[in-house]
């Protein structure tokens, strides 16, 4: 059973099922709804995020576009807190990335060209760089429209995750050939930052 929960930031409403920690949603899916600028929840529309005590057919999480807005289902049992809130985020890109204008599509695909050209072989997530391999494990598979675009997604969706992951609190880069080297991680936070700029108050990288 659901209860109802007030307002999220940007007027997104939050629903959960009896059971589900207090301290996950005050800690950790308020401040990471709060970092989401305006431009960007904007862009998003209407959002209703549901927090699930048990998964639906193993789903991890799922979203849909409905004549309300965007429906999200998160499962929360089995996982850290703040690994949930990042699944947020992960879903919000996921549906940002159909909502990019075709100049911003563009702007980011040559940003993934150029990391390929220079033969960066990590990605920002776990799933971003299955997509990667896979599309690189054969010749086949690297001319594939569907799989580039997966990949694409995959690659936007956990940038645009770990964009507001940056604005909610400080962060550590993570080292080593399955992660984004730092400079590249930086263009593709720069570029995001340029589409949807931080509220007042929050900051993509520490003041010098």
């Known amino acids: 059973m659901q209860s109802s929960r007030p307002r ?16 996950l949603v005050r800690l950790f899916i308020r401040p990471a709804i709060r970092a989401v600028p305006s431009s ?18 193993s789903v991890t999480s799922r979203w849909s576009t409905t ?24 879903c919000l890109g996921q549906a940002l990335w159909g909502r990019l204008s075709d100049a911003e599509l563009c702007g980011y695909w040559m940003v993934l060209r150029d990391e390929i050209d220079s033969g960066v072989e990590g ?21 594939s429209v569907q799989h580039l675009e997966s990949y694409g997604c995959a690659s936007f969706a956990g940038t645009a995750a770990e964009y507001v992951h940056s604005l909610w609190h400080d962060v550590s880069i993570r080292i080593g050939t399955d992660y984004l080297p730092a400079e ?18 929050y900051r993509l990288f520490p003041s010098r």
């Not at 999220?8 to 301290?23: K, N, P, R, V, Y």
């Not at 990605?123 to 690297?142: G, T, V």
């Not at 590249?184 to 108050?201: C, M, N, S, T, V």
Request: aromatic content about 6%.
């Open 67 to 90: 004549t309300n807005g965007l429906a999200m289902c998160v499962t929360a049992t089995g996982f850290e807190d703040h690994d949930i809130a990042i699944e947020v985020l992960v």
């Open 8 to 23: 999220l930031a940007h007027g997104w409403q939050l629903s959960c099922d009896s059971g589900i920690s207090e301290t």
């Open 123 to 143: 990605e920002i997530d776990e799933q971003a760089l299955d997509e990667k391999r896979s599309l690189f494990a054969s010749r086949p598979n690297a001319k």
């Open 184 to 201: 590249a991680l930086r263009r593709r936070l720069e570029l995001i930052a340029r589409w949807f700029p931080p509220d007042r108050g």
């Open 40 to 57: 960007m929840a904007s862009r998003l529309g209407p959002c209703r995020i549901s927090l699930l005590a048990e998964s639906e057919a």
